[in-house]
């Protein structure tokens, strides 16, 4: 309420207890003060009562032109459901986010809603900052693999003749769906076989690139999300590599905010060479519900490129779930979250000293031998194992935020049981069937 | 949002923009400034928008002692569930309404429930004035019944001698038993049989006063709301009556705020002679669930005498559901809700030229001949009839306010249908078994 | 959704998809067959969304008469508001709790609400019995003073001669004003100070027996509640006292739940002597809104008794509370709760050694000397120190269920710079102004 | 609740009021069955507890691998905020919908989600075929814009040679930049002023055909939502056209669900000529928030090609609210509001006899002369008049779906107000300032 509404509330309650209520409110006012001020992810998570009031306030500013101006009572943005007005804080969200000239542009009528837009971008600049890079970003609506397409998309207008992807080899659909929709002819690069764990063929992807004609070739399309055996790609070879042959580099991050040393991979090879885009999932780093990417880049003028190439508006639904989830967790509870995510993963590792966690996993699943898997006209050997021939089938599990010790026990204690049942049964060892542990999960965005 | 923190957000988005947000805002403020200036029920309903906007404007102002000073983050007013603070709006209702001194107090460090109850007293004695009765009242959570004893023991420290209570018969059992539990010994006047239609029997109520000594007498408790053929009691003679023999009187108005015809007898009675508090139900009178009533009176020092009776504090849960619900429907949303009602009975009325219909019934049920009934060791002969020996047997259905005319069509048409089979199979006219229509709905508080 | 539907459902997505889910839906189902099976609170809490799957499935029992039957769709027992109704589960809570004739009876056309009711019954007798307690009780929707106020008005027809009650002196209002309200006479005993602690006087009560006459007293009434240094009453001693003078005895014990002493000196004095009921409240032993109590005793037929002394109906809104909350924190959840609030006053003990913490203490407030306060016509010299005259002013502080190790500590850090800045200004020991801790919270039920 | 739980609950209260609650699940049980049987709207718009009673349903079927196998309890599905789990009905919707390959594939282990996205999809068809329009379609969380660009990116794949796109000009930035973004270059035809209409020139595409010859053009792209004065393309000839040259033609049909006059022009040209794939709006023809739209066609292998295009999950959000929409109006609410907006276009015209609702407008705005606008590199003369020179600036306003008669009355007042302003200050007509009307609101998705 504004001061004229409190000075009224102390003719009918007392003025002090007024007075007391109207501090209270200040105190949330506070810490949306701050949040306004700075545009970072707040320290301490909110409240969720703080967080409903900020939003409460931001849905109003976007009703303008009904409730006072008309004066024919709100209506919801024209919202025919009640259920689904409240389901979006009833922002006048009709409007989505952005404009047809960009998507991370302000909204006339929508105060709330820009906000909503400019902050959730920020907030979410300030948390791949806390990983030490520096770069520009914005949240798009969009899966990762069609926000990789809409990178692609935008460096198409840079480099016209361009019509190949370079692509080490990871066995994942969407990213590779993703350069064949935005109309471009991936160019596969097996992986090389160091140890036990799957690599970057960096003389192989030279190789390719003198093939190809540097000019025809629109990017090096790089990941850093592992599914052990495969490690992630080598990001500063490559972005010397790109840097040098002046080929843009856009890195498939789509697992990877939640992984320092991902981040790291991407703040070393910005540093010694050339990426120009990462994209990151946002259900992924951030335990929202699918359907929002993270598109950033360390050129502002390329990312800006990026979100001006979106036609039209676009969904704030991600928006809002990312900046609820941020303000709820706070920084502290993000990084919280990071480490008991590292500390399950790295206890499970002293505590089996098995291949099984042997490194940053994600999504539970067996990995036979020999599966062949056709995507868009191209076929893969030994499919899921980001490898024509690697030597022997096995299972990886997933380690993602949010896991918790109990999670990780319990699935080894499954798994164990699923073995020796098999054992009994005939001899594992021999078996090619696959051994799909009952919690298993399968987060790898297929 | 306050002036600083939309002077920020014009660095965010646009100066316009946020200056028509926070116009928006003010058209919601400028309704809540009406309301806090004037403590009136809106004459048109506000959005459900901007009751939340109030409702957690005002949670908000309650929990100061947690957020601001002591810094160990909101706690919901110590609410265990997360599920039961949103049911309240997150207000610290821990604290419900009230103190030990007076439900109707202003609490400290709960600024926001203390405006909440004031506000709703303030709103309702607004509802009931709409129908020309000036008094004073309070909303309490307790049903009618309850609510009737705590009258009868706030008079109990006027009357100490007293024990009896004289009630021209009504047939309902609860505001029989509020006089039984406030421990006074009912004084039960048979009513007459004039024409078709049940009366208070004055003369019967004189001789009783007689007999037994007005000191004697604690209170006449009367009833307006009528279950035809029982019609409202003769309030004006009632009142004339306990006026000259200084007798308090007590009022079960509880169907009645909805009915022009119950308001009027009471201003009427009030006028001419004497009552001391008449009662109405939330539930039956602002479609709210069952659980709360209003009570109400024309001297102000009994009225505050009887809601200091109540020791404690007290839900602010049936404050909350008739405020929410008359800022939803405002003076006219109820007023239209009232005209509705009237005119379904009434069209009823000439429609079906029936004694089923011919008055304002409440509670369709089936009114056999001879049943006994005994509540607190008293026995009722034709209970339900409001009568020892009603001439014949008959059906009556309710009225209430929200009812449509599809109701009234469709339970006529099931009737219909029943007394057709009945019919066919034996004789109506002897059956003594209840004809119940499908879509009956027992609303008499029983 | 039943068999039928989940056929259905496979035509649609496949089989073992649906299989799969059929099967999380009977995982829920699971929980809610244990609970009706066995009517105890569940071991382990429920999810969020388990326990608003039971609440919705409750609710949707409730409304037959509307959406099957009347094909008029459903009008969620004609409440008005949305808002409203969503608050309330959409229960058609418009019937609230109990008849006329019993507010722990089942209502016709109200399955939900009638389950709701009894369920909330059950679930609270269970978690009185893990404190060894074995009795009957039952929810009712009224503050703990109200609550009192019904067990005397119960009483009253059993000892319709009886004009007063015995009350060891306690300086809280509203179980003082329950007995005024009811239309007794208190009759308070001072308590003894043995050492600093002030404790009941067994002499002075048996002294007013003789001098009133056993067949004059309604009953005594004693309090487990303590406000340091006043400590709970001699239970076992006034009960053996009651059973020998065949007088009830009915105690407060507002606070108990959450104490195992408290509990265990009313399974005491039942054993040894007699008691006929305990009232307590839900918001401070449950962390629910204020508004409800617990009624119980060890002989059914009288806990039956009060209940059927209720006139009408009543909200449910107090039983959903505390059924939602239990249902939530499970058996488990609530102990844990207790022995969090048990270690929390201890570690205070151990770590002050002072007498600020001495013993289980409820409500922050400094009780300076010589203050007398009038209520119901009884003035109180040193009120607040349930004394006439306590030998030195002192403070104490709350240690309810709920609070944190945190909340000590900052309290603690408050007091010990707020003694510091008096000292400086003039000399504490002299001051005899209340020197109120910022955190400080009423929780007394004043 | 199951058959067993219902057996435990008449333990409980009494065996006819379980079944009547339990005949009350059977009716919402019922409605669903239909749903799932049918796949049909229903007729008759559900009310919000069978909405939410059927989402709560499908929901609990997407947690199976938590709450049941692992015993973990149930985690929301990752979701990090209990705000956000609650706003997507606590589904686990983190899943999304879709998977790699088909957007509108069934999901492993979320039956709930799937069920969801195919019920949509089939009660979205429904709609459409209530124009007659017989099709495919499916809902897809992108904006209409990113929608057109998927279905060019999906014929690219058809016709890798091709670099045009034929596009009778309409002055929208969404659908312009849609065919810059797929990567194509727009072939802009000028419309012809026939009256005051703008329409389009056919001649003038077939000559441009000839001159790009059509192996080289990827596909026409028109458009039926208009802007006055320019009317719907003429999609009879076109599509005619396209068959004869073996042209894709793609249809922006934005806001043309709620058009009777759009779906026909549709249906006619695919039986006469050669339509593709036609897209539109989730909110602008469905009442909800900005991000989703359909996308049709006629041959379902086609239709089946572009969701099989979109790389990876999506967002299930404007799913959920669209079908939410649809099951609470049902298919005679969703009639009703779309003949009301016809009546209130139609009652303007007749109304006001002027050009500014001569014809099915959206967005109002101001068209002054002259203006120019480059977007993506291709510059247009007189933008926002969808001409280079139209002869005199004018001004249109909306009539989209949910419109009133009183926005239309109060539109207009506001509007002569500002006009008369004008005058008295100048002369109207000499002014080439635009004149905004306060209550307009561009809806024209720019």
Same mark, same amino acid.
């Given at each position: 309420?504004?001061?004229?509404?409190?000075?009224?509330?102390e $003719?009918?309650?007392?003025?002090?207890?007024?007075?007391?209520?109207?501090?209270?409110?200040?105190?949330?006012?506070?810490?949306?003060?701050?949040?306004?001020?700075q545009?970072?992810?707040?320290?301490?998570?909110?409240?969720?009562?703080?967080?409903?009031?900020?939003?409460?306030?931001?849905? %109003?500013?976007?009703?303008?032109?009904?409730?006072?101006?008309?004066?024919?009572?709100?209506?919801?943005?024209?919202?025919?459901?009640?259920?689904?007005?409240?389901? =979006?804080?009833?922002?006048?969200?009709? =409007?989505?986010?952005?404009?047809?000239?960009?998507?991370?542009?302000?909204?006339?009528? +929508?105060?709330?809603?820009?906000?909503l837009? !400019?902050?959730?971008?920020?907030?979410?600049?300030?948390?791949?900052?806390?990983?030490?890079?520096?770069?520009?970003?914005?949240?798009?609506?969009?899966?990762?693999?069609?926000?990789?397409?809409?990178?692609f998309?935008?460096?198409? =207008?840079?480099?016209?003749?361009?019509?190949?992807?370079?692509?080490?080899?990871?066995?994942?659909?969407?990213?590779?769906?993703?350069?064949?929709?935005?109309? *471009?002819?991936?160019?596969?690069?097996?992986? #090389?076989?160091?140890?036990?764990?799957?690599?970057?063929?960096?003389?192989?992807?030279?190789? $390719?690139?003198?093939?190809?004609?540097?000019?025809?070739?629109?990017?090096?399309?790089?990941?850093?999300?592992?599914?052990?055996?495969?490690?992630?790609? @080598?990001?500063?070879?490559?972005?010397?590599?790109?840097?040098?042959?002046?080929?843009?580099?856009?890195?498939?991050?789509?697992?990877?905010?939640?992984?320092?040393?991902?981040?790291?991979?991407?703040?070393?090879?910005? @540093?010694?060479?050339?990426?120009?885009?990462?994209?990151?999932?946002?259900?992924?780093?951030?335990?929202?519900?699918?359907?929002?990417?993270?598109?950033?880049g *360390?050129?502002?003028?390329?990312?800006?490129?990026?979100?001006?190439?979106?036609?039209?508006?676009?969904s704030?639904?991600?928006? &809002?779930?990312?900046?609820?989830? &941020?303000?709820?967790?706070?920084?502290?509870?993000?990084?919280?979250?990071l480490?008991?995510?590292?500390?399950?993963?790295?206890? +499970? %590792?002293?505590?089996?000293?098995?291949?099984?966690?042997?490194?940053?996993?994600s999504?539970?699943? #067996?990995?036979?031998?020999? !599966?062949?898997?056709?995507?868009?006209? =191209?076929?893969?050997r030994?499919?899921?194992?980001?490898?024509?021939a690697?030597?022997?089938?096995?299972?990886?599990? +997933?380690?993602? %935020?949010?896991?918790?010790?109990?999670?990780?026990?319990?699935?080894?204690?499954?798994?164990?049981?699923?073995?020796?049942?098999? $054992?009994?049964?005939?001899?594992?060892? $021999?078996?090619?069937?696959?051994?799909?542990?009952?919690?298993?999960?399968d987060?790898?965005?297929?």
């Open positions: 309420m504004n001061s004229e509404n409190f000075s009224l509330s $003719k009918i309650v007392s003025t002090s207890y007024v007075r007391q209520g109207s501090q209270a409110r200040r105190s949330h006012e506070q810490l949306i003060r701050l949040l306004l001020e545009g970072k992810c707040p320290e301490e998570g909110w409240s969720e009562s703080t967080v409903e009031l900020f939003l409460s306030e931001l849905a %109003v500013m976007d009703s303008n032109n009904f409730l006072g101006n008309c004066g024919v009572g709100e209506r919801e943005g024209r919202v025919a459901s009640s259920l689904v007005a409240r389901r =979006h804080y009833r922002f006048k969200l009709i =409007h989505g986010i952005g404009r047809s000239g960009d998507i991370a542009a302000v909204q006339p009528k +929508a105060a709330g809603s820009s906000l837009n !400019k902050l959730t971008n920020s907030v979410v600049l300030d948390i791949l900052k806390l990983s030490g890079v520096v770069a520009s970003c914005f949240v798009v609506p969009l899966a990762t693999g069609m926000s990789l397409t809409l990178c998309l935008t460096l198409r =207008h840079r480099r016209p003749k361009a019509r190949y992807i370079i692509w080490p080899r990871i066995d994942q659909k969407s990213c590779f769906k993703a350069m064949i929709t935005a109309g *471009f002819e991936p160019v596969v690069v097996e992986n #090389v076989l160091e140890g036990d764990e799957l690599r970057t063929d960096l003389e192989a992807v030279e190789r $390719k690139i003198e093939e190809l004609g540097a000019e025809n070739i629109l990017c090096v399309h790089s990941t850093t999300s592992c599914f052990a055996p495969r490690v992630p790609d @080598r990001l500063e070879e490559l972005s010397i590599l790109c840097a040098k042959q002046n080929i843009p580099h856009i890195v498939n991050n789509a697992y990877g905010v939640q992984s320092s040393k991902c981040m790291h991979l991407i703040q070393q090879g910005a @540093r010694v060479g050339r990426i120009d885009a990462f994209v990151q999932s946002l259900d992924k780093n951030f335990m929202v519900p699918v359907g929002g990417a993270i598109i950033a *360390f050129d502002e003028s390329f990312v800006q490129e990026i979100s001006q190439m979106y036609p039209g508006r676009a704030a639904s991600p928006s &809002l779930d990312v900046l609820i989830t &941020l303000l709820t967790l706070g920084a502290s509870g993000y990084k919280k979250l480490s008991e995510r590292k500390a399950e993963s790295d206890g +499970a %590792v002293t505590q089996l000293g098995s291949m099984l966690f042997t490194r940053q996993v999504g539970a699943r #067996v990995i036979p031998l020999g !599966k062949e898997q056709t995507i868009g006209g =191209h076929t893969f030994g499919f899921m194992s980001h490898s024509d690697y030597p022997c089938p096995y299972l990886n599990a +997933a380690s993602a %935020v949010g896991i918790t010790r109990e999670d990780v026990t319990l699935c080894m204690k499954r798994l164990d049981k699923c073995l020796k049942t098999l $054992k009994k049964e005939k001899n594992v060892a $021999k078996s090619s069937s696959p051994v799909l542990p009952p919690c298993q999960e987060t790898t965005g297929e």
